[in-house]
């Protein structure tokens, strides 16, 4: 079956500008993340969704990251008044309900968001 | 607090040779999981394995095994025989109770370059 898919795979913005960038799941997956990977580093955590709604927003940087999940399946990360410090590959994940355990997360291509 | 730590920056081995990675983690909790995923050139994580914190028994996959020790909270991964396709960013990552289920705490990664 189809993997978890991110559009678009890469977004050249402006600084100030807002951008939105798009998840689509693994059919099925009820839970997705959403995770940041600058140059030489690990992934870093933003938020997880538990169907329609943010289970854990922890990891969102400051209040112009936002995301949505409206129907359950498809997400999108939306981020206002970009700065070049936002540069990364933002990448999303999609799951089965964890339900008491973790489970296993499977990574989607990434969009890689430039800001000049 | 949960980290992962992944003190090996770069590893340079020749086709054939057996390589280790390292992997050591922090977590206060009692129940958590380890994860590994490969990250090759183009950039997508692939999910290699991973162990719940109950689960000791080490782990063989073809040429693949994972040695899983809690008494030196270590999570190491040892590809025999390498192979130029083996080059690749990897990555090992926590998730534990503290943290909702759904979170990876992700170290920086390893990058291993395989030489023909």
Known sequence: ?116 | AQKVTQAQTEISVVEKEDVTLDCVYETRDTTYYLFWYKQPPSGELVFLIRRNSFDEQNEISGRYSWNFQKSTSSFNFTITASQVVDSAVYFCALSDRGSTLGRLYFGRGTQLTVWP
Not at chain 1, 64 to 72: L, M, N, T
Not at chain 1, 77 to 88: F, H, M, N, V, Y
């Open chain 1, 1 to 116: 079956g189809a993997g978890v898919s991110q559009t678009p795979s890469n977004k050249v913005t402006e600084k100030g500008k807002y951008v939105e960038l798009r998840c689509d799941p693994i059919s099925g997956h009820t839970a997705l993340y959403w995770y940041r990977q600058s140059l030489g580093q690990g992934p870093e955590f933003l938020i997880y969704f538990q169907g329609t709604g943010a289970a854990d927003d922890s990891g969102l940087p400051n209040d112009r990251f936002f995301a949505v999940r409206p129907e359950g399946s498809v997400s999108t990360l939306k981020i206002q008044r970009t700065e070049r410090g936002d540069s990364a590959v933002y990448l999303c994940a999609s799951s089965l309900m964890p339900s008491g355990r973790a489970a296993t997360q499977y990574f989607g291509p990434g969009t890689r968001l430039t800001v000049l």
